[in-house]
């Protein structure tokens, strides 16, 4: 069992930054990929970046290229998402997430098996 608990969301101005922590426990991740989904107000929960844990590879949506990163702290057990020049189309409920994948970074919310409880990201015009 994994269990995975969000921190860091809030309320930021157009062009801000903000960073979320996904605190990770329960058990090692060798051969997990740690994701960021995020879901607006009707509509699909969205992927947004994920990293692989052991090697390390990344997978982002375009739309945040340029502006977000992703890393993780093998010691902490903490995989975070650094957001900056934040846009209002990024407000959302940001959820980390976790699935055994063997070095792929699924794209699909259908894919993860554990989430935390998400942390609201709003960001004002």
């Known amino acids: 069992q994994v269990q995975l608990v969000e921190s860091g969301g809030g309320l930021v101005q157009a062009g801000g930054s903000l960073r979320l922590s996904c605190a990770v426990s329960?058990?090692?991740?060798?051969?997990?990929?740690m994701s960021w989904f995020r879901q607006a107000p009707g509509k699909e929960r969205e992927f947004v970046f994920g990293?692989?844990?052991?090697?390390?590879?990344?997978a982002y949506v375009d739309s945040v290229k340029g502006r977000f990163t992703i890393s993780r702290d093998s010691a902490k057990n903490t995989v975070t998402l650094q957001m900056n020049s934040l846009k209002p189309e990024d407000t959302a409920v940001y959820y980390c997430?976790?699935?055994?994948?063997?070095?792929?970074?699924?794209?699909?919310?259908?894919?993860?098996?554990?989430w935390g409880q998400g942390t609201q990201v709003t960001v004002s015009s």
């Open positions: 997430a976790a699935a055994n994948s063997r070095g792929w970074i699924m794209r699909s919310p259908n894919s993860y098996v554990y």
């Open positions: 990293i692989v844990w052991s090697g390390g590879g990344t």
């Open positions: 329960g058990r090692t991740l060798s051969n997990y990929v």
